[in-house]
Structures are given as C-alpha cells and as structure tokens.
C-alpha cells in the first residue's frame, strides 16, 4: 500500500476507488499543483547537488592549505638547516601551488553556497541535510515489516534526526488536513526503517510549516486504514464515507463519482 494511496482513501475511500479503477483526476488547480511541484523538486535537487559540491569543496580547501603550509614549513626548514636554494625554492613553489588550488576551491565553494541559499530561499527549505529526494527514477521507500511503499518529497537529516518533509501546492487550509497528516505518518514510518531515528515530519503548504510529531496514536490509526483498504481490495465494496459536499466540491474525482454531493 502507498501513502499516496492513503491520502486518497483518507480523503474519501469512493475517490481512492475510482483512481485505482484508472479515473484520472481533472481540474486546473490539479494541473497547476503538479507543474509547480516539479519546479520545487528541481529546486530540491539543486540544493542537494550544490551542498554535496560545497562539502566536496571545503574538504579539499582544508586539505590543500594543510599540505601547503607542510610544504611551506619544510622549504623553510631545508633552506635555514642545509642552504639548499633550489629544493627549498621547489617546495615553496608547490606550496604556491596548493594554495591557488585551494583558492580555487575556495570559489567553488563560494558559488554553491550562493546557488543552495537561493534554492532554499525559493521552496522555503528547512535547514538540515537532505538525505533523499522525490522524483523520476527515485526508487520508493519501502518497508518489509508493514507492506508500505512511498516517497517523501525529500527527506532531511537535522541532528540525527532525519525528517521527511510533504510538500502540498494546492490550495492552502486553515491547518493540515488529516489526509495529509496520514501520509506524511505514512512517511514517517518508511523513513524510520530505513535511515532511523524519526521523531516527526513536516507538511508545507506555501510558506506555512507544520510538525507532526509521530505517535503510537497517529500510527494506530494509519494500520487500521491499510486494514480497511486492504479489505477493500479484497471485498471490491466501498463507498463515501462523509456527508460533506464542501469534499465532493474539492475532489478531482467528482465528476466520474457515483455518490457524489456536488
């Protein structure tokens, strides 16, 4: 079962139904989200890429100006103990060296430092490692113990913690939607087994950010959904489990639905 696929049946199980029945869901605000999520985990990547570069970087500036002050302390050495000109102008001459490689590094640091700042500045990018990210030939997260598959939209590393982050770009509500907060607890247990420690995940819609923290009560609750969808699939039964026409109204799926308020 895919937490995607949750979030479809915690929304409304007809509207899971019908997707996995193929019915495709329509509407402008559908279209729009799906291009605009694209943007963000192209911004994602970049981030990722740039700060593994900016790692790589400084790394290498440490080494090099480790080793040409090394050189620099032996040319001197050679030349004050031994009066030898030549090796101790070839050492100085490699330390130079060293050090214009690590200057150059140093830019290149400089650089993907600018590009990652400006990349999180744009999708509101919490600090912390990025780990994993979504997108086209991105293997799912995956789990042996409770059956569930999925990707996060990225997944970050803050202190040993390692938080998997939703991104929603639909319309914004009032606070995050259980839906929502099924998939992300769906999330939050793939990650667990796979990276360790999860204290919580995060939904963001727009600029607004939200914590769930990952309960035994919230994973209760999401094992009996997988139960009930897997009964679903079993039995081929099921139907609208709400009376509220504000759902049908938002749902991509209304006009092919069979119970449908809107």
């Not at 480790?66 to 030549?86: D, H, M, N, P, W």
């Not at 070839?90 to 640091?109: C, D, E, P, Y």
């Not at 999708?123 to 780990?131: K, R, S, T």
């Not at 639909?170 to 769906?186: D, K, N, W, Y």
Request: charged share 25%.
């Amino acid at each position: 079962v895919s937490a995607s696929e949750i979030e479809k049946y915690t929304y409304c199980p007809l509207s899971w139904w019908l997707s996995r029945k193929g019915v495709e869901g329509k509407g402008k605000e559908l279209r729009e989200g799906i291009g605009r999520h694209h943007e963000i985990e192209k911004n994602i990547e970049t981030v990722k890429k740039e700060e593994e570069k900016l790692f790589s970087s400084e790394f290498m500036i440490a080494v090099l100006s480790t080793a040409a002050t090394i050189l620099s302390l032996v040319g001197v050495g050679i030349y004050l103990s031994q009066q030898k000109e030549f090796e101790s102008a070839i050492t100085m001459i490699l330390s130079a060296m060293w050090l214009v490689s690590a200057a150059v590094f140093m830019v290149v640091a400089l650089k993907s430092t600018q590009l990652a700042r400006s990349a999180r500045d744009i999708v509101n990018l919490p600090n912390g490692i990025i780990e994993y990210v979504s997108g086209e030939g991105v293997e799912d997260l995956s789990s042996k113990k409770t059956g569930l598959i999925g990707k996060p939209d990225y997944v970050i590393n803050v202190r040993g913690s390692f938080i998997p982050v939703e991104i929603k770009t639909g319309r914004v509500p009032r606070g995050p939607l259980f839906s929502h907060i099924m998939q992300l607890t769906a999330y939050c247990v793939l990650v667990e087994e796979k990276y360790g420690k999860t204290e919580y995940g995060m939904l963001m819609y727009g600029n607004q950010a939200y914590r769930i923290s990952l309960t035994d009560e919230l994973k209760t609750t999401l094992f009996k959904k997988v139960d009930k969808m897997r009964e679903a699939l079993k039995t081929g039964i099921v139907h609208r489990d709400h009376s509220k026409p504000g759902k049908c109204r938002y749902c991509s799926r209304r006009n092919a639905c069979p119970e449908s308020l809107a």
